[in-house]
């Protein structure tokens, strides 16, 4: 397991709280629950960098780590929660709105979804977002070590095909046992600093 050097730099909400540092950043965005936190926390190989989403304050601010000294990760508010109503909606949009537009060192999406779902409204909007960005998409598919492999070659086409993007953008994980997280750990760097 590689060491990575992870810093926890501020949470923010307005353009004026966004950190200063200009190093190439992916933002990490999935619905709640999807296991946005145990992936973050499993790349960096920490116990408890990114807050579980219930913490109270951090939920509704973007959160973000400098990575290796190189890179920022930042860790957006889980959507789309069952009980989300409008207004929680417009909450996200107000604070992701911005951020996507004007955040310049922006440069790709790690979408986060459960491995054995199918993608819903919220995820396709998240990746139109993206697209709209010009970042570079990464998908996972978290929660694998609960799929047999043919479930997840199957969800894997799935997700692709509901989220128009290619099968190659995808990354199964297991967040608990560490698999596939070190695979995606190198896209990310591949895709931030090439
Ligand atoms: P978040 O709301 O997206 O940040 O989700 P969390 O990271 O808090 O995870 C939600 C739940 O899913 C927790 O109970 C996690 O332990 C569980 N979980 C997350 N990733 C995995 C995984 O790869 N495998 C399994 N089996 N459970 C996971």
Not at 30 to 53: F, H, Q
Not at 127 to 141: E, K, N, P
Request: charged letters at 25%; proline letters at 4%; glycine letters at 6%.
């Amino acid at each position: 397991m590689q060491y990575h050097e992870a810093e926890f730099l501020l949470s923010g909400a307005q353009q004026s709280q966004w950190p200063s540092e200009n190093l190439p950043e992916a933002v990490f965005a999935g619905r709640s629950n999807a296991g946005k936190s145990s992936l973050i926390n499993a790349l960096v190989n920490r116990k408890n960098l990114a807050y579980a989403g219930s913490t109270p304050g951090k939920t509704r601010l973007l959160n973000f780590y400098r990575i290796d000294q190189r890179m920022i990760f930042t860790d957006a508010p889980g959507y789309g929660y069952a009980k989300d109503n409008r207004s929680s909606a417009e909450t996200f949009a107000k604070l992701m709105d911005p951020y996507f537009h004007h955040r310049a060192n922006l440069k790709a999406m790690v979408l986060v979804a459960d491995g054995r779902r199918k993608p819903n409204q919220d995820d396709i909007l998240m990746c139109d977002y993206a697209r709209q960005s010009h970042l570079a998409i990464i998908v996972v598919m978290t929660k694998c070590d609960k799929l047999s492999h043919s479930a997840m070659i199957a969800n894997k086409r799935i997700i692709a095909s509901e989220l128009g993007i290619s099968e190659s953008q995808i990354f199964p994980c297991d967040s608990l046992k560490k698999q596939g997280t070190e695979e995606l750990f190198a896209r990310i760097e591949e895709v931030l600093l090439q």
